[in-house]
Every structure is written in structure tokens, then in C-alpha cells.
């Protein structure tokens, strides 16, 4: 009888590669989502009716438990960078994780995998870190099998973050950075989704993994990294924390004052207590290599997706190559 994977959040960024690698597995896929008419895409994965979109809302027992029924495995890729209304951090990233593992343990789920991130940590200043660490906290009191696996910052086609500063290099010669100097370990998306899949089949043991990719690199090295790939000069300014802090103030009260309607997808306080620390590895913790995954490097996958931020976009490569010849 073939397999039943539950994948809540499985058609956003992580989610959809995560539910490619079970799909081309042999697992029947449940894509949980609050969406499911926006995410119709997720079934070309598979054979005709082996990926499913359905309506799940992890803040709501009775839809996340349909979600789930009849399923072997469960896997919660949901999480925010920034609160929009009723999808605070509390809400989506330690409640919504609760009920799904809470739901899991009465269905009898054989296995959860969580979706965390490197610095969770239930006593931090940042509400994004701490909502991480009380998540995967409840996911191990009612289902203690699970495996937790935290990312470093995730890069991939569809990603926010190289994506974003590209967008702005090919707009304006500055890149405004708050925490130049913070490091980063980057990791590339199907690196990520592989480990999620050789979890979710019990191929590992239970516990916490911490993944980062081969290179440890600052904000400011990321940038020029980015530059490189998209051919482009800017000029990486600095932006003190105390400014962006006020900065981010302004923007959250906007925000709130607005009751929404103008969404803060610039900077937050949150995101700014964030940048102010290491998003690396501890060492303390097993990594990819425990599933035999050899991790991607940046320069590999970049130049693959970022190519349209180039100023001759997908002829860059051409025109370089009618230059040689001319020579």
C-alpha cells in the first residue's frame, strides 16, 4: 500500500521541494495549505492524483486534523519572517506546531518532521527564534521520535533573499545592509528537502540536525557573492543598528496603525534583533552529514536563477562570448 505523506506549508518555498523528493519517492503527498487553488502546480510532481492541494489552517484543530488523517508521516514547513494579523509568531510557529504534532500523536502518526531554523532558542530577544524553539519543544513532547532539522538561511529559485537584493542591485547602485559583518551559512533548498525526505522515510535517527551549507560567509560577503552572479556593481552601505532600529520602529507602527493594510515586508524590529547575531552552525549539534548529503555550494545554483537580474539578462552569457570572439 503506498505511502501517506502530509506536508503542511508544502507549497511554499520549502514545502514544494520537500513534496517533489516524496512524490518522486513513491509517496502519496497531502500539500496542506491555506491556499489549495494557488497550488495546483505542486501536482506535476507526480502521477495523476499522487499530490494533492488541500485547505489545512494550523491555527484551526478541525481542518488540520483532516488534514492528516490516514496519514504515515507529517511535516510542518510553516513559518513566518514577519507577523501579519492573526499570523503572529506564537500563533504559527508554537501553536501551529503544538496542534499539528498534539493531532499527530491521537491520529497514531508514525513519524513528524519539524522545519526549524539554526538559532532557535527559547530565551532569546527575538520573538521569530523563540516561537522556533517552543515549537520544536512541543513537537518532541507529544511526538519525542521527531526529527527537527534547522536550516541556516535558505537560497533556491524561489527564495526572498537573494532574489530581494538582486532585484534591488539591478534597480539602484546601493545595498543598504543592517549587520554587515553577521555571518551566514547558506543552504541550498533541495539540500534541505533531500534531508527532509530521508527523515520522513525513518532513514535517520530521531532528534535535532543543524544544516548549513559548505560556506560560512558575512552579510556583506553574500552581497558580493550575489553581485558576482548578476554582473552587476553596487555599493554595499552599512546601516548602524541603532538606526535601523528606529527605522524599523516606524515601519511596525505603520503597520499596526494601519491595521494592516500597509504590510512592513521591508525591515522589523524582530528582523533587526536577528541580524545582530550569528546564523551558523553551533558544531554542537550532527549535520548533513548524519544523512550522507554532501551540501551545495552558493556558485553552483546563484548564476541558475539570478541570471534575470543581469543587465542583458538570459543573452549575458551570448554577448560575453561574441566579445571573446571578436578578440
Not at 517552543?134 to 541556516?152: K, M, N, Y
Not at 535517520?204 to 559548505?214: D, H, R
Not at 525591515?267 to 551558523?280: F, G
Not at 546563484?302 to 571578436?326: C, M, T
Request: glycine share 10%.
Amino acid at each position: 500500500m503506498q505511502r501517506l505523506a502530509t506536508i503542511y506549508g508544502g507549497s511554499g518555498f520549502v514545502g514544494r521541494y520537500i513534496a517533489r523528493r516524496l512524490a518522486k519517492a513513491g509517496w502519496r503527498v497531502r500539500v496542506a495549505c491555506r491556499r489549495p487553488n494557488e497550488a495546483h502546480f505542486v501536482r506535476m510532481y507526480g502521477s495523476v492524483g499522487q499530490v494533492e492541494p488541500v485547505f489545512a489552517n494550523i491555527r484551526d484543530d478541525a481542518s488540520t486534523r483532516a488534514a492528516m488523517m490516514g496519514a504515515d508521516v507529517v511535516v510542518n514547513c510553516v513559518g513566518i519572517l514577519a507577523e501579519a494579523g492573526k499570523n503572529n509568531f506564537d500563533a504559527v510557529q508554537a501553536e501551529g506546531a503544538e496542534r499539528i504534532a498534539r493531532i499527530g500523536a491521537e491520529l497514531g502518526v508514525a513519524r513528524m518532521v519539524q522545519i526549524s531554523a539554526i538559532g532557535a532558542d527559547d530565551e532569546s530577544d527575538s520573538d521569530y527564534s523563540r516561537t522556533k524553539a517552543e515549537g520544536e519543544e512541543a513537537v518532541l513532547q507529544h511526538l519525542p521520535g521527531s526529527v527537527i532539522l534547522r536550516p541556516s538561511i535558505v537560497f533556491g529559485p524561489e527564495d526572498e533573499f537573494f532574489n530581494r537584493f538582486a532585484g534591488m542591485a539591478a534597480r539602484i547602485p546601493v545595498l543598504p545592509v543592517v549587520g554587515p559583518n553577521t555571518k551566514f551559512q547558506p543552504v541550498f533548498v533541495d539540500d534541505v528537502a533531500h534531508a527532509a525526505e530521508i527523515a520522513a522515510d525513518g532513514r535517520v535517527a530521531a532528534g535535532t540536525y543543524e544544516l548549513g551549507g559548505p560556506d560560512v560567509d558575512t552579510f556583506r560577503e553574500l552581497m558580493q557573492t550575489m553581485l558576482t552572479a548578476i554582473k552587476r556593481r553596487a555599493i554595499v552601505v552599512r546601516i548602524p543598528f541603532f538606526a535601523a532600529r528606529i527605522m524599523a520602529a516606524g515601519l511596525d507602527f505603520a503597520q499596526k496603525a494601519t491595521f494592516g493594510l500597509f504590510h512592513n515586508g521591508m525591515l522589523t524590529r524582530d528582523q533587526v534583533r536577528n541580524l545582530a547575531r550569528d546564523n551558523v552552525a553551533s558544531g554542537k549539534l550532527p549535520g548533513f552529514e548524519a544523512f550522507g548529503i554532501d551540501p551545495t555550494p552558493m556558485e553552483a545554483v546563484l548564476p541558475s536563477y539570478l541570471w534575470r537580474f543581469r543587465p542583458s539578462g538570459q543573452y549575458a552569457e551570448i554577448k560575453e562570448s561574441a566579445r571573446n570572439l571578436r578578440t
